[in-house]
């Protein structure tokens, strides 16, 4: 296939293989360069909400995401202050015929995996593991990648480069290098535990949100509910990049230790044997997302705080969107390509400035202390369970 239809993705995580598989659903030739040798089994439980999971279904990922997704049946929101639950959100079969789509709860290997099973599967794109991303250089007839492998180099012709290479992007330090992750000041505490040996009121299929003083606590069932997903959200002041650093359970323990956190949470922290730690960064808007034939995609473009579960959410609406614009413009025309993108940065910037606010202002909204804290729970108690729902509409309702 000619060069003309040849885009290149830096990074093979959710963002880059979902934009794979929708460019290679245009028509596009796709080679995905990811650094890693193969795909990691780090990391933990992501929430797919209709919005996202409604392009997985649309690029035929249903099969393969079923067997190991779980549909939770609400979300159980629950105050420390109360001692208990205040608000239960239905969501299982009746939300997903309302979204027409599914609200999934899994791991992320489940879904990455997912993923790179059918990008191998499809005859245009060429997934390169253990192949990073280095330099591009842009010219009349595209652009030129340089990739990395050991150390070889190749360089390769195409159309576009699509920067879907994460928070530490560097793409987007190529294009933009004045722009770096900024540390939030809270880390999350991740861990598993095995579902077969917890009390039912631990293990029904439901996402638990403990909100709490300075603090939240997540727990979902993940791995075909096998396992429960346990994120801890606390303050702290170690920063380092990377999803999987080993954590001292004695020190989470300590910060729900107080007679504040109520036995049930406790016992959740308690449960988890091995928890491993990730430092929250974020990113500025950075206000471009593309230059000339290169786009961002991803948490490469918008890092954010994970607290409206939708890092994954977004950027497979990235990619649905960017595959979209790209199959619009005109023929085999490179000189439209820049153009391209920019409205592809245009259509998706305003969203996602949006749930970035709104995961900010649910992080603090959850980590309310004192008369503020018994404000908030009145006012959910209040709302009630269908209203509380609807104000996600405009999150999960949205459609390409
Ligand atoms: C190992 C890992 C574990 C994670 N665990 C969780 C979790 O448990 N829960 C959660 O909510 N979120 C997790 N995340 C983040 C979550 O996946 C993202 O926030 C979201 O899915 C957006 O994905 P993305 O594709 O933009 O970026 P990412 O998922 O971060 O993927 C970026 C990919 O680019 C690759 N890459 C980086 N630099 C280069 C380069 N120079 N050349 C080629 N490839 C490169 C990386 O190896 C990675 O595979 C994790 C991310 C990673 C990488």
Redesign the pocket.
Known sequence: MAAARTIIV?????????AALSLAAKGFRVIV????ER??E??????LSPNASRILVDLGLRPRLTPRAVTPEAISIMSARAGGEIARLPLGEAASLRAGAPYWVM??ADL?GALQAQVNDHPDIDLRLG????DVTLHAKGLTVV?RRGDARQQELAAALVG????????RNHLFPQVQPQFSGLI?W?GTLDATTLPREYTSPRIQLWMGPDAHLVAYPISAARQI?V?AIVPGTWNRPG??APGDANELKNAFASHRWPATARMLIGAVDGWRR?ALFTLPDIGEWTDGSIAL?????H?ML?FA?Q??G???E?AAVLAKCLSESPGDNIAGIPATLKRYGRLRRGRVLRVRRAARQQGRIYHLTGPLALARDLAIKAMGPQRMLARQDWIYDWRL
Not at 33 to 36: F, R, S, T, V, Y
């Open positions: 830096a990074g093979a995580g959710i963002g880059g293989l979902t360069l990811e650094k890693a795909l990691e780090a990391g933990a439980g992501l929430q791991h992320r990455q192949c990073q991303f280095e990739q879907a290479d994460g928070i530490w992007s560097a793409v999350a991740r997903n994120v999803w999987s990730w995609l991803g948490d490469a473009a890092a994970p579960a890092g994954a977004m950027a497979i990235d």
